[in-house]
């Protein structure tokens, strides 16, 4: 599965917000890689 969280605009939680996402996966067995590619 390959899930991705993006916005245009900087500051609005992506980043915290693919954590959680990973963590809870992660929690029930998935495995995960996260890649945050940050622009500025």
Do not use: C, P, R, Y
């Not at 605009?9 to 693919?18: D, I, P």
């Not at 929690?27 to 940050?38: M, Q, S, T, W």
């Amino acid at each position: 599965m390959i899930l991705l969280v993006a916005h245009t605009k900087g500051g609005v939680g992506k980043s915290t917000l693919a954590w959680n996402i990973a963590h809870s996966l992660k929690v029930h067995g998935e495995n995960i890689k996260i890649i945050d590619l940050d622009f500025q």
